[in-house]
């Protein structure tokens, strides 16, 4: 079982950074795939950025690419996101989840997921 916790988060201007954090409990972190998505409101839940378990492949969604950078720390249980040249388009609500075992293109697809944080709250000022 992993639990993750998800912080970071907060009001920044446009043009900004800010590096969310997930932090994960439990001993089988480095066999998950991580990834990051993001709901505003009125919005369904969309992808941002994984991570696979192994090899540290990463993917992104179009909107962020050259923007956000996502990586992990094995021995920290961490993953972060990375987010710079923020826009007050990437004002959502943040969450970070976690798939067993998984890579690939597939990572951008929510229901792979089988344990999500609370989520940390980003809003960008114009």
């Known amino acids: 079982q992993v639990q993750l916790v998800e912080s970071g988060g907060g009001l920044v201007q446009s043009g900004g950074s800010l590096r969310l954090s997930c932090a994960a409990s439990g001993r089988t972190f480095s066999s998950y795939a991580m990834g990051w998505f993001r709901q505003a409101p009125g919005k369904e839940r969309e992808f941002v950025a994984a991570i696979s378990w192994i090899g540290g492949s990463t993917y992104y969604t179009d909107s962020v690419k050259g923007r956000a950078t996502i990586s992990r720390d094995n021995g920290k249980n961490t993953v972060y996101l990375q987010m710079n040249s923020l826009k007050p388009e990437d004002t959502a609500v943040y969450y970070c989840?976690?798939?067993?075992?998984?890579?690939?293109?597939?990572?951008?697809?929510?229901?792979?997921?089988?344990?999500w944080g609370q989520g940390t709250q980003v809003t960008v000022s114009s």
């Open positions: 989840a976690a798939a067993p075992r998984a890579f690939g293109s597939s990572l951008q697809t929510v229901s792979l997921y089988t344990h």
